[in-house]
């Protein structure tokens, strides 16, 4: 930083990568601010805001979208050969891509990762009660933004960690990333703001058929937490709801790209109580009481996944969760969306008791929201947007009722005969279409009900062609959106593989195939000096690094001899390696084994299972012998 404050970037002389926006002079000098650094073979690379937008202002905080951002490298490169350039360019495409196609908003004196009731019971917590004009407790200095955020919706601080860790936070401006609308509306004599905020979870995020259900964690994918606040004569009124995938382990890829719609399969139920545990756990933590309300098929291929998510939901048994089921297809059908009134009055008694956050203009909780509910389809998009559409129209009659906007005669008919009625209707749209792009690629179906309140036929031929872009979607783009989501968000590293670096003690490493069906080659290692196993893999220069805590299974197949099995708990599936030899196999778990009473934080190694995969010897052959020449040292495959 230079004495003025402002970030100074010396741009690097010389050959530079040549991809889109990557280190440009003329959006270089129009940097706003630093989300962080990616690094990749050559240098570093900072990610800037170029160029923003005003969305509007939250009680005198000013809420930009970023509309452009530019990567300059740090100058300091190496120089790549040919295969190793046009790798690196790759990667600067998928991140550039990823950066264009992303919805970041930010405020530089904000922090929207909370919403208005965790902002004032922080700010409880270190002020005290305010009675009589003062404050019970002295006022401490307000804290950075990068130390307050919610980590579950700090979409950038994977990349920012550097920085951050080396007192440069002040540097960093904290992006959510989902959808904000800051209108202002008129109802008879009464001027108000409404603001809807949707925050996308970044702990499990990814594309849609790739990234599904929960990991071992508890984190679900496509996690959204939206907040419709009322701002009138300095109070606050805020409603939060949220929407995630089903908090179990399962996936719905599907055999081929013909299936247009693969059916659920629920993963080993091993694993399946302690992962839905740890994510209630979760939601009962930020919302206290939770309604958790389920939208999937009771018949057809969605039934399965539905049955297991209502057996784990009752075995939880616990008084703060209550299990809704409402199969939205079979009820609605024949557009008969008005059934919907039926599940609003399900749930209308918890709204009513839950409440929303209210505070006065001092910035004191006259009542807190004491629940929430929690909407999950198969998508978590199309049938969960209508539906919480719904719940959010139910309890903004009750937020304007509570400052007197509405008089409570007809507070339907009020906002319906408004200008208001429409506009809010195309707001939740919008919010329905920009989670569903993030997803899937394309707007959100049956938004036509959204935005008028009925379905038509337009609306109909609509939802046709987005499905069909989903599909094309699913079969071409899905893959690399995916990996340039887990690369921003710090999921691997692209950096070249030191085969001439000495092998330190306590480091073990393995040839071995990553994969199945792809039999990507690759460097398995297990590092005792970091407590940490590592896998390279060759063709794509990824560095995955999990630490040997997250390891929580390992299996080996009966029936091929060279199949590993390894389970992280930020993984929802098993990760495949099949082995040079079945020695090497048999020398990774007893290496581990033979650390397991010293370092003692593999919570299950499990026992030879009686058939992990149905496959031949012979089928794992095709890769291994294109591999690299095998790690030896002493004529073994194992190093130490």
């Known amino acids: 930083k230079n004495t003025a404050g402002s970030l100074e970037i010396e741009l690097f002389e010389g050959e530079q990568p040549q991809t889109v926006e990557t280190a440009s002079r003329e959006w270089a000098s129009h940097v706003l601010d630093l989300l962080g650094h990616v690094r990749l073979l050559s240098a570093r690379f900072l990610v800037c805001v170029c160029e923003r937008e005003l969305v509007g202002t939250l009680e005198g905080h000013r809420v930009y979208v970023v509309k452009r951002c530019v990567v300059i490298p740090i100058p300091v490169m190496k120089s790549l050969d040919e295969v190793d350039r046009r790798v690196e360019e790759r990667y600067l495409r998928m991140l550039t891509d990823f950066l264009e196609s992303s919805g970041f908003y930010y405020s530089p004196t904000y922090d929207l990762s909370h919403t208005a009731q965790r902002h004032a019971e922080r700010k409880l917590s270190r002020t005290g009660t305010y009675t009589k004009g003062k404050w019970s407790k002295p006022q401490p200095p307000p804290q950075p933004l990068h130390k307050t955020a919610d980590d579950r919706f700090f979409w950038n601080k994977a990349i920012a960690k550097d920085f951050l860790e080396r007192g440069f936070g002040e540097w960093i401006t904290p992006v959510i990333d989902g959808f904000v609308s800051i209108e202002r509306f008129q109802l008879g004599p009464f001027a108000f703001d409404l603001l809807i905020i949707s925050r996308r979870g970044c702990k499990r995020s990814g594309a849609r058929f790739h990234t599904r259900g929960a990991d071992p964690l508890g984190n679900v994918a496509n996690f959204v937490e939206t907040e419709q606040i009322v701002l009138f004569e300095g109070s606050a009124s805020s409603f939060v709801q949220s929407r995630g995938s089903i908090p179990l382990l399962w996936t719905q890829k599907g055999r081929s790209v013909k299936d247009i719609k693969p059916v659920p399969v629920v993963g080993d139920a091993m694993l399946q109580s302690s992962t839905f545990q740890r994510h209630m756990t979760d939601q009962l933590n930020h919302y206290v009481e939770q309604v958790l309300v389920n939208l999937i098929d009771q018949k057809g291929g969605e039934q399965a ?336």
């Open 305 to 640: 996944i539905g049955e297991a998510f209502e057996t784990y939901a009752r075995l939880f048994k616990h008084p703060s969760v209550h299990y809704v089921a409402f199969d939205f297809h079979e009820v609605c059908k024949n557009n008969k969306y008005e059934n919907l009134e039926y599940l609003l009055k399900r749930v209308s008694d918890r709204l009513d008791r839950y409440g929303y956050f209210l505070r006065d203009s001092r910035g004191e909780g006259i009542h807190m929201q004491r629940g929430g509910i929690r909407t999950n389809c198969i998508d978590c998009l199309d049938r969960t947007n209508v539906v919480q559409s719904v719940f959010a129209r139910y309890m903004l009659k009750k937020q304007l009722l509570a400052f007197a906007i509405l008089d409570g005669t007809d507070p339907e008919e009020m906002i319906s005969e408004s200008p208001m009625g429409m506009m809010y209707k195309n707001i939740w749209a919008d919010n329905a279409d920009v989670m569903s792009k993030r997803y899937t690629g394309t707007g959100a179906l049956k938004t036509d009900f959204t935005r008028t309140g009925k379905r038509s036929v337009k609306g109909a031929m609509a939802d046709g062609m987005k499905s069909a872009t989903r599909l094309m979607h699913k079969n071409f783009r899905d893959s690399q959106r995916q990996e340039s989501i887990e690369m921003f968000l710090g999921k691997f590293s692209v950096e070249l593989f030191d085969f001439d670096r000495n092998v330190q003690g306590g480091e073990y490493r393995w040839q071995a195939l990553k994969g199945t069906a792809t039999k990507k080659p690759c460097i398995l290692t297990i590092d005792f000096n970091n407590n940490v196993v590592v896998v390279y893999t060759l063709e794509t220069y990824k560095k995955k690094v999990w630490p040997l805590s997250s390891l929580i299974q390992v299996q080996r197949s009966q029936t091929y001899h060279r199949l590993l099995a390894l389970v992280f708990d930020q993984m929802a599936t098993s990760k495949f390696f099949i082995m040079a030899t079945a020695r090497a196999r048999e020398q990774f778990v007893s290496v581990l084994r033979s650390q397991q009473r010293r370092w003692g934080s593999i919570e299950q190694l499990a026992p030879q299972q009686k058939s992990l995969l149905d496959i031949d010897e012979s089928e794992g052959r095709g890769g291994v012998e294109k591999a690299r020449p095998a790690i030896e040292h002493g004529g073994k495959d194992l190093v130490k």
